[in-house]
C-alpha cells in the first residue's frame, strides 16, 4: 500500500515568485503582453523565442526556472491542472 500524497495550494510566497517569473517571461513580448501570453501557443512561442535567442545563460538559475513556470503554465492551463505545492 502506498501513501496518497497531499497537496496544498501554493503559499503567498510561492505565488508571488509566480507572478515574478511570469513578469520576466512576458516582458519579452514587445506588444499586449498579457494577451500574448493568454494563450498556450503564446506561451508557447515566447519560451521558444527566449531560447532560440540564447537570452538564458546555464548559470542563470531564476531565469531557467521562470521559463519552467511558464511551460508549467501552458501544461497547466493544456491539461486544465492546478499549481499546488
Known amino acids: 500500500?502506498?501513501?496518497k500524497a497531499s497537496h496544498k495550494p501554493l503559499s503567498d510566497t510561492d505565488r508571488e515568485?509566480?507572478?515574478v517569473a511570469r513578469?520576466?517571461?512576458k516582458g519579452h513580448f514587445t506588444e499586449n503582453p498579457e494577451k500574448?501570453?493568454?494563450s498556450v501557443e503564446g506561451k508557447l512561442r515566447v519560451l521558444d523565442a527566449i531560447l532560440a535567442n540564447g537570452?538564458?545563460?546555464a548559470q542563470e538559475t531564476w531565469k531557467l526556472q521562470?521559463?519552467?513556470?511558464a511551460f508549467g503554465?501552458?501544461?497547466s492551463q493544456e491539461?486544465?491542472?492546478d499549481w499546488v505545492s
Open 1 to 3: 500500500m502506498t501513501a
Open 17 to 19: 515568485w509566480l507572478e
Open 23 to 25: 513578469a520576466w517571461v
Open 36 to 38: 500574448k501570453y493568454a
Open 55 to 57: 537570452w538564458v545563460l
Open 66 to 69: 521562470a521559463l519552467g513556470a
Open 73 to 75: 503554465d501552458a501544461l
Open 79 to 81: 491539461l486544465c491542472l
